[in-house]
């Protein structure tokens, strides 16, 4: 990082401060610039967009670019694997709409809405096992509902035999816990359950996300290359796991919220306006994948020179007091009416799967509230603990008393 800003705050993302309360770090970063400096030993420091405007204008900006490098941790897997690691997400331009054009009609806002009642039935099968997973009195509520339920939704969106899905339940698992050994382990069997699900829908096509990709790829290779269909699978599968850290934080911040927990207790139908602002409150992206600029580019009278890393702070940007009245508290009457939060990010590389996160939580917490009026901490809100993660805020375990 070569621009010169002394007077820019400084953020050190392994700090035990930052770690346990980033909202408050970022709040007099935020209030003194729209840029801040992000620390991380032994990685190059890169730039942190800390307010709502800019962040969002940098994330549909095209002189700000995703790639191979934006990734700075990735798993050390053999040599047979590494054609199918590029996934959407470090793709730009052309490539990264025609991929995502092929799968985003299964992601849509109705496509979501259709699959409500399998959600729903999943749902209430995991709350009926919950007493079963009771130990000296508290059930892990991370562990076997907000967990298990995002996997097995998409495995049905995608097409994931019955039979496969204890293993793509494991192959999440490792990538909630981050990168490590365990992910690199695990990538080889999960391109080989990619692989096995394409085999099985050649057989025997189905109404799923499979099928529908295979029957490009045989109509025309160019659209979908083979390798291509493969990664897509698992990357969408595994990546279809992310609404477990929104529904455990959603639930967290609830139970140590009693009034805004009551007010949803009273009136359900407030539902989809909490599951909005549960996400800007309290959503599990603190920031962006980082993207490197592709020339001099100036934000907020700081010049990010080319080549450099630079994220969106969601965490800040979602606090906001230009935009968000009263940010730091939690209010489920918020939405609509408030500016739209970017928890999703924004731009060209916006959640794909927004509209299924937001169906499978109010779905989740609606069952919840509806199913178990007497759920409450198992510890103090201080106590439930935290994964020691500067990129996103995850609980390690969610111990409730049913």
């Not at 970022?26 to 730039?47: D, H, Q, T, V």
């Not at 025609?98 to 109705?110: D, E, G, I």
């Not at 907000?146 to 494991?170: H, K, N, Q, S, T």
């Not at 595994?238 to 609830?254: F, K």
Request: with cysteine; net charge negative; charged share 25%.
């Amino acid at each position: 990082m070569t621009s010169p800003s002394p007077e820019l705050p400084e953020i050190d993302l392994t700090s035990p401060e930052v770690l346990r309360d980033p909202f408050g770090a970022y709040a007099p970063a935020r209030e003194r610039s729209p840029m801040a400096k992000l620390l991380i030993p032994g990685l190059a420091p890169m730039w942190a967009v800390t307010r709502y405007a800019e962040a969002k204008a940098m994330l549909s900006d095209p002189r700000f670019a995703l790639s191979a490098d934006s990734f700075a941790f990735r798993p050390d897997v053999p040599d047979h694997c590494r054609a199918y690691m590029r996934t959407m997400q470090e793709m730009e331009g052309p490539e990264h709409t025609r991929l995502r054009r092929l799968v985003a009609p299964a992601f849509s806002a109705r496509r979501a809405t259709e699959l409500r009642p399998r959600i729903e039935r999943i749902v209430d099968r995991l709350l009926d096992d919950l007493p079963e997973h009771i130990e000296n009195g508290s059930v892990d509520l991370l562990r076997h509902f907000a967990r298990p339920l995002p996997i097995d939704v998409i495995c049905e969106l995608v097409g994931i035999p019955e039979d496969d899905r204890p293993r793509w339940r494991e192959y999440g698992a490792h990538v909630a816990a981050g990168f490590g050994p365990g992910l690199a382990e695990a990538v080889p069997g999960i391109i080989d359950g990619a692989r096995s699900a394409v085999a099985a829908h050649r057989a025997t096509p189905a109404d799923d996300l499979v099928s529908t990709l295979l029957r490009v790829h045989d109509e025309d290779g160019d659209r979908l290359s083979a390798t291509e269909l493969v990664t897509l699978i698992w990357n969408v599968v595994l990546a279809g796991q992310t609404p477990t850290n929104l529904i455990a934080n959603g639930v967290a911040a609830l139970l140590s919220h009693p009034d805004q927990l009551a007010a949803l207790r009273a009136d359900p139908g407030l539902m989809p306006r909490a599951v909005e602002e549960l996400t800007r409150w309290r959503g599990p992206q603190l920031l962006t994948i980082p993207r490197h600029a592709r020339e001099d580019v100036e934000i907020g009278g700081v010049l990010v020179r080319e080549g450099e890393a630079i994220t969106a702070a969601i965490a800040s940007a979602n606090r906001d007091p230009r935009v968000f009245a009263d940010p730091d508290r939690l209010d489920v009457h918020r939405f609509p009416g408030a500016a739209g939060h970017l928890g999703f990010a924004h731009g060209p590389h916006f959640c794909l799967g927004a509209s299924l996160a937001r169906v499978q939580t109010e779905v989740a917490l609606t069952a919840l509230l509806r199913r178990l009026p007497g759920l409450d901490l198992a510890v103090a809100a201080a106590d439930v603990p935290l994964a020691a993660d500067g990129g996103t805020w995850r609980l390690a375990a969610l111990p409730v008393t049913l």
